[in-house]
């Protein structure tokens, strides 16, 4: 019998087990020294040794000035795995201080057989934590574009592993609604609209984003130009022409401050034309957000705007009680102060014209996080080129009190979960032929329409309506996971080839890989074969129904390491792996042909198993999954 785990210790990886027997052996064999030493539990690299090594002997018995092969006797001899693994002796110590461990195959099926009930060994926790997800943050008047599907899929993804490990997750879409480039498209629509040009009711985002462009270039002033003009004596015909379009741009850039000042005191008629705004591009974002099969809704909208009345009163709060100072007119927090988080540029709250930043929305996210929605850990899914604002925001908000639930005796954490760009084909960022960016919408359109084409090849008796139903899911499954399945900093390559392969670590392999798994039970069904393996003795005996197990066991700590190191690509690597074990398991063990009645019974309880575990893991992906493909 494997002895029960307490709650904080429900792991039935064995590398996470036998980390912990080795930990308590160290620390009887070098009390005050052993505690935290890393117990160095691998996969052992020649397997006729046994199956996992620990390599903690060499590093720890320099520290304490011992021989590696005799510090190594000592751990074995306190070495308490009799219920994991076959006897450990001297002879299991191999080269400088290896020590080999070979499990028990009857220890295996017992933790299989534990780790096989609904939870899949992720017990919902007894006091869940208030996780805070920060994601999508669209911006009013614009199409998302490819950046946005990161700060989507990345954010949400996250946020689905927090909920699978039974925390309480809150979205929020930081949507860029408020501040003057918003006045600019809202003065302009004004306009247009009241120059009959323009139906406010039928307007599209396509509309919305030409006129965004539009207001953004007329309110842009000739500053530059007209000093370059005058420095090299350009002439006056010019010089008086540029002087022209820079007033005029003036007084465009006059009349959103207005409007802004009139949006702020929700002044009806131009509080309806931004309501109109926010409908349309909010609308669209959803959709599209649906479209990708994440759980971000309405209910996760949480802008600018909704700060907007509560900016004053942090600006005020932090001058009155000393955090933030004067500077040239400005208003800043100082944080290079090593205690302040020791940044060099200050962090600026109110600019010199008495226009708020975006900081000062930040702060007063981070103080409505924590303090009223009580985040024990806020993560911001946004793009990496933000570092510096996250860093100073952060940093500022810890010297506020902002970060510090009421009662609570320190900070909460506050994360930014930084994402690489996405990069064309030429390792450029990715734009469209002429240089702008790509439309969300296209990008899922396109990878869906040649998801069809390839489901259509391989499938061509399917009716239309299911093939069209499998091409959204593979198509959205394989840009998700394109978008997932790499090191969350780094920059990737766009490729619709690549990401829509139904070989190698893609999102159509593990759809297809799922599907593969589930057909065992439709084989069973048709050759008339019980299907009677819920309870049923696990047998773990060929080497391929070992390594399988091995896999599904460590299927706990992959979740649990995407919310740690807030890496979905961990998840994505370890259900890639399930899957190739799967398969090499499926071709060396019979399963509905196997020996023995019980080994059929053991093998269709280790398919089930695997079919839950690789449907799970996908579902807290966020992928979406078929029936056949
Ligand atoms: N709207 C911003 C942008 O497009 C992203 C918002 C990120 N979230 C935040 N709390 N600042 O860059």
Known sequence: MIRPMTESTTTFDPVELLGERFLAAIAAVAPGVGEGADPMISGSKRAELGDFQSNAAMPLAKRLGMKPRELAGAIVEKLDVADLCEPVTEADIAGPGFINLRLRADALAGLL??????????????????IVVDLCGVNLAKQMHVGHLRATVIGDTLARVFERLGEKVIRQNHVGDWGLPIAMVTRKLQAEAGAGRLDLEALTLDELDRLYKLAQFECAGQGKGL?????????PKIEAELSAKHAEAMEHLAGAKATLVALQAHEPGVYAVWKRIYEVTMGACLEACGRLHTRITEAANAGESSYSEELRGVVEDLVARGVAEESDGALVVRLDAAGDGGIAEPCLI???DGGFLYATTDMAAVRRRVRTLGADRVIYTVDARQGLHFRQVFAAARKAGYATKP?????????HAAFGMVLGEDGRPFKTRSGENVKLGDLLDEAVERAARTVAEKNPELGEGERREIAEAVGIAALKYADLSGERIKDYVFSFDRMLAFEGNTGPYLLYALVRTRSVFRKALEAGVALDYADAPIVIGHPAEKALALELLRYPSAVRGVAAALEPMRLCGYLYGLAGAYSSFYDSCHVLKAESEGLRRSRLRLCALTARVLADGL?????????RM
């Open 407 to 415: 009662g609570a005796s320190g900070p909460s954490v506050l994360e």
């Open 619 to 627: 579902e807290t992906l966020g992928l979406p999954t078929v029936e």
């Open 350 to 352: 109110r600019k010199s």
């Open 227 to 235: 000093a370059i003009v005058e420095k090299f004596g350009l002439g």
């Open 113 to 130: 057989a534990r780790m096989d009930a609904p939870e899949l060994g992720m017990p919902a926790p007894a006091e869940p934590r208030t």
